[in-house]
């Protein structure tokens, strides 16, 4: 037995919780993986590595690989919005 008596308001009542849950923990994650990026993206300039030979050490940003992997992870925060 219930306080509410019909079925689909009880149900409707149900997924609300529901809802709000799972957005509450989308917006969590985004902001989560926004300070990951920004930390990656500091580390990135700061983090020098092995340069060409005689020459000195380059920061980890000026590398084309380590660029499309920020790049890619940029688009994945904004990408949810469209769902």
Do not use: C, W
């Not at 008596?5 to 989308?26: E, H, K, W």
Request: a positive charge; charged letters at 10%; proline letters at 7%.
């Amino acid at each position: 037995m219930s306080i509410i008596p019909d079925n689909n308001t009880r149900f409707g009542i149900t997924m609300v919780n529901l809802l709000n849950g799972r957005v509450s923990i989308s917006r969590g994650a985004t902001s989560v993986s926004k300070v990951g990026l920004a930390i990656a993206i500091k580390y990135a300039y700061s983090r020098k590595q092995f340069g060409p030979p005689g020459k000195p050490e380059v920061p980890l940003i000026t590398y084309t690989s380590h660029q499309v992997l920020i790049h890619f992870f940029l688009l994945i925060p904004s990408s949810s919005f469209f769902f």
